[in-house]
């Protein structure tokens, strides 16, 4: 593709992005997309975006530049901007080296470090969300709410945060750097990856009628299912779900997760720039067992949906804090230098259409503490167990 036609491709990409933001923005009143809006005037945003300015621009660089120009570089370098300029946290930029960093860093294969991460309300800094016990990051001291500055000496922001996740996983004995700060200092901690299979989380009360549930942080169905299963057999007559620091993305766990609590019920519905509508329905059988939910700030995306269907179809009680508030679609997009995008093309509901983008899940019951949380949520569902 020669350079004007490269530069036009980049022109459209850009306005086409921008009319889904311009779109969302009219329906600001509704507060549908306020997510998306941008934060100048469209007028004024939009006389820049022509092919002679661009043209201008890489003329410029060609010209005075003090070395050889890449244009490849430039080319990709200016897609990167369309992208991460975007208010949407979810729309990521991965150069093609990175890319291949995290081919070899799959997670739930290989070795673990036992960190989950999260990242804060207004999604500025990536942070620890929970810890495994007995793993490596365990042993080494890593602390939930510890904030993630960098990992082997290349800082994250919080945007990237499913790419800082895979890296946490690798091959049994690789090495991890991480600098940490916690309480306004720096912590330096080098962890060695381990081997990880994951283990069913739940307990029974001394009762015997509570079951609670931890729902994993990246929300395995398969782990889920094997801990309801063990619960109903035991006998429990109520149930304590977790979805604490729980972040699922991948839309087929979020569908075998819901249809294991919801069985077919609608948890979400899929709404595009055009506002064409799309149900999405649970895949299961589903438990009729009454429910308390806990959540927090890392509650985010199918989780989000999770924890709203079973309050809508099961009467489940909410307790804790305000989720994250971010539940996006997502497509990948492949350059021709190898790099790929990712760039949010719709947003969901939940089931009954409530809208949580942004604004987050509000609770029942807000308290604030972790162990306030949970001492409260065993309490209610002994209650309901009666």
């Given at each position: 593709m020669n350079f004007k036609k490269r530069i036009l491709a980049m022109v459209t990409a850009v306005l086409c992005t921008v009319c889904l933001l311009s779109s969302a923005g009219a329906q600001g009143a509704s507060g549908l997309f306020s997510a998306w809006t941008?934060?100048?005037?469209?007028?004024?945003?939009?006389?820049?975006?022509?092919?002679?300015?661009?043209?201008?621009?890489?003329?410029?660089?060609?010209?005075?530049?003090?070395?050889?120009?890449?244009?490849?570089?430039?080319?990709?370098?200016?897609?990167?901007g369309m992208v991460t300029m975007r208010s949407e946290i979810a729309n990521l930029y991965l150069k093609k080296d990175l890319l291949e960093v995290l081919?070899?860093?799959?997670?739930?294969?290989?070795?673990?470090s036992g960190i989950w991460v999260t990242r804060v309300q207004d999604g500025s800094v990536c942070v620890v969300g929970s810890v495994e016990p007995d793993s490596a990051a365990a042993q080494a001291g890593v602390l939930p709410g510890d904030l993630i500055y960098s990992l082997n000496e290349?800082?994250?922001?919080?945007?990237?945060?499913?790419?800082?996740?895979?890296?946490?996983?690798?091959?049994?004995?690789?090495?991890?750097?991480?600098?940490?700060?916690?309480?306004?200092?720096?912590?330096?901690?080098?962890?060695?990856?381990?081997?990880?299979?994951?283990?069913?989380?739940?307990?029974?009360?001394?009762?015997?009628?509570?079951?609670?549930?931890?729902?994993?942080?990246?929300?395995?169905?398969?782990?889920?299912?094997?801990?309801?299963?063990?619960?109903?057999?035991?006998?429990?007559?109520?149930?304590?779900?977790?979805?604490?620091?729980?972040?699922?993305?991948?839309?087929?766990?979020?569908?075998?997760t819901a249809g294991l609590f919801l069985g077919g019920e609608t948890y979400g519905i899929r709404v595009d720039k055009n506002g064409n509508r799309e149900a999405v329905s649970g895949e299961g059988k589903g438990t009729d067992l009454p429910m308390i939910v806990l959540v927090n700030e890392g509650t985010a995306s199918g989780a989000e949906l999770l924890a709203a269907g079973l309050r809508t179809y099961k009467g489940a009680k909410i307790l804790g804090k305000k989720t994250y508030g971010s539940v996006p679609d997502v497509q990948w997009y492949t350059m021709e230098n190898g790099d790929r995008f990712c760039l949010v093309t719709a947003r969901y509901l939940t089931g009954d259409g409530q809208v949580i983008q942004s604004g987050g899940l509000h609770p029942d019951e807000e308290i604030d503490s972790a162990q306030a949380q949970t001492e409260a949520a065993w309490k209610m569902a002994e209650e309901l167990a009666q």
């Open positions: 941008v934060s100048i005037p469209m007028e004024e945003f939009t006389e820049y975006l022509n092919a002679a300015t661009l043209v201008d621009a890489r003329n410029m660089v060609d010209n005075q530049y003090y070395k050889p120009v890449d244009a490849a570089t430039l080319d990709a370098g200016a897609v990167s081919e070899e860093h799959t997670v739930r294969q290989g070795a673990f290349y800082v994250y922001p919080a945007r990237f945060i499913n790419p800082l996740q895979a890296l946490m996983w690798g091959r049994e004995g690789e090495e991890l750097k991480l600098i940490l700060v916690r309480d306004l200092k720096e912590v330096d901690v080098t962890l060695s990856l381990r081997a990880y299979d994951p283990q069913p989380c739940f307990t029974l009360s001394n009762s015997g009628r509570v079951g609670y549930l931890k729902v994993p942080a990246d929300g395995d169905a398969d782990t889920v299912g094997a801990s309801l299963q063990a619960l109903t057999d035991s006998g429990a007559r109520s149930l304590i779900v977790d979805l604490r620091d729980v972040c699922q993305a991948d839309a087929r766990q979020i569908r075998q």
